[in-house]
């Protein structure tokens, strides 16, 4: 009887042992490898800044700019215009969020604004960055 109670219970540090690795491994919502879904971001775009959707703005270069936490949360925002189709991403959210550290990041990236185009010539671009917080 104590054998299997002994068992039992080395079998239940194991399976807890277990579970709580795989648990730690599960990336939050903003910190998976890709960054937050395209999706998600082109929403928070159209939701903070809906004027770099109008007609008069549709080819003008504009970006949209994020720093978020981990759980998807916008820290910052800001609206911008790129002056080429090539940035560097880290040296453009410096300059939109002066004062702001952006680095480290945890993950960061360039995203079309527009769900039907990708990165086409003057349309609205999305450049965001996770941090730690």
């Not at 395209?38 to 700019?65: D, G, I, K």
């Amino acid at each position: 009887m104590r054998s299997i109670a002994a068992l039992s219970f080395m079998t239940s540090l194991v399976l807890a042992g277990t579970l709580g690795a795989q648990d730690s491994t599960i990336a939050a919502p903003c910190t998976a490898p890709h960054g937050p879904p395209v999706e998600q971001l082109q929403a928070l775009a159209r939701q903070y800044h809906p004027e770099a959707f109008t007609p008069e703005n549709s080819r003008a270069a504009v970006l949209v700019a994020f720093v978020l936490d981990s759980e998807c949360r916008v820290l910052h925002d800001v609206t911008g215009h790129r002056s080429s189709e090539g940035i560097d991403l880290v040296a453009t959210l410096e300059s939109l969020f002066p004062g702001v550290r952006i680095e480290p990041f945890v993950v960061a990236g360039i995203a079309d604004a527009a769900p039907d185009s990708h990165l086409a010539g003057g349309r609205p671009w999305i450049v965001w960055a996770v941090v730690k917080t």
